[in-house]
């Protein structure tokens, strides 16, 4: 059976790429590939000189492929962007993709580690030959930085005890898989809020291994010079750490602070928000679990 069949339906599929507000002569980029979907829906709107650039650093989305002249298929992270485009001689697009978070796929292979459904080995390395995994966090960060770690990604009010519990724990023994893990936090995880706590603690063991927060604001920071001038960005965010990022830095080009203002009181942006927030249906919700907490933002250079 191919990879393929094992991702589920893109989140949004039709509103994000409706977003780009696609020119069937024109040049995009979905930095996520993954099961292909939205790639896929792309360019079905692409005429014959349109073109397709995508990424994942996955290996195993490599299988779903899209055999078209007219696509790309670049297995790296996006925060390489500019760099790959450039290497294949483009300087500007149209418009990027992006869908943020887990695949259907990686949650649902229990080896790699994402999901706190199954018994694995610590690992949630979105891209495998990444030398940090999920191991080397929870056994050999300190306490200091495990706390923040939890606090800073899980947004855990507890992240101090579950730091110090990690750290005592594993000095017995090495904390090599999630139902190790799930013991050792065990008098954090309440039976009501059992699935809720632990999904926050998975988030930011997760985040930190694939520096997700740092390689979305890389991304961000390239887009006024990726994008042409009426170039989209079509962006889905699934916590609220990414979704603030991608919210402040569309209004203000900044992720903190406000930006200069002139005499008048005016300041220059890059980017404009185009539209209002979007959110999946409870039609969609129901038919895909992954769309629940998916917030989409569009944008178009200035």
């Not at 191919?2 to 980029?29: C, D, F, Q, R, S």
């Not at 450039?86 to 887990?102: H, N, S």
């Not at 855990?156 to 990690?166: C, F, H, K, S, T």
Request: hydrophobic fraction near 40%; avoid cysteine.
């Amino acid at each position: 059976m191919m990879v393929t069949m094992e991702y589920h339906n893109a989140v949004l599929l039709n509103e994000t790429v409706n977003g780009l507000a696609i020119k069937p002569n024109g040049t995009y980029v979905d930095v996520t590939f993954g099961g292909g979907g939205h790639s896929r829906e792309i360019l079905n709107r692409l005429g014959p000189d349109g073109k397709l650039f995508a990424f994942d650093q996955d290996k195993d989305a490599l299988e779903n492929k899209i055999e078209d002249d007219r696509f790309t298929l670049i297995n790296e992270n996006f925060r390489y962007i500019k760099r790959f485009l450039r290497f294949y001689g483009v300087k500007e697009v149209d418009g990027v993709l992006a869908d943020f978070g887990v695949s259907s796929h990686q949650f649902d292979v229990a080896e790699r580690g994402f999901s706190t459904r199954f018994e694995a080995d610590l690992d949630m390395r979105m891209n495998q030959d990444n030398k940090v995994s999920a191991y080397e966090v929870v056994n050999h960060y300190s306490e200091e930085d495990l706390r923040d770690v939890l606090l800073q990604y899980g947004e855990l009010r507890q992240a101090p005890a579950m730091a110090r519990d990690i750290v005592h724990a594993r000095t017995q023994e090495p904390i090599k898989t999630s139902n190790q893990l799930k013991t050792v936090l065990k008098r954090f995880l309440q039976h009501k809020k059992e699935n809720k706590v632990l999904a926050q603690i998975y988030q930011a063991i997760r985040i930190e291994v694939n520096q997700e927060i740092q390689v979305l604001k890389e991304l961000l920071l390239q887009m006024p010079e990726v994008l042409k001038v009426g170039g989209r960005l079509s962006f889905i965010s699934y916590h609220s750490l990414e979704d603030r990022l991608v919210k402040r830095f569309i209004r203000n080009g900044l992720f903190e602070g406000e930006p200069e203002r002139d005499m008048f009181g005016n300041f220059e942006v890059p980017l404009k928000k185009v539209g209002p927030l979007i959110v999946p249906s409870q039609i969609e919700i129901k038919e895909n679990s992954r769309a629940r907490s998916a917030k989409l933002r569009i944008a178009e250079k200035l």
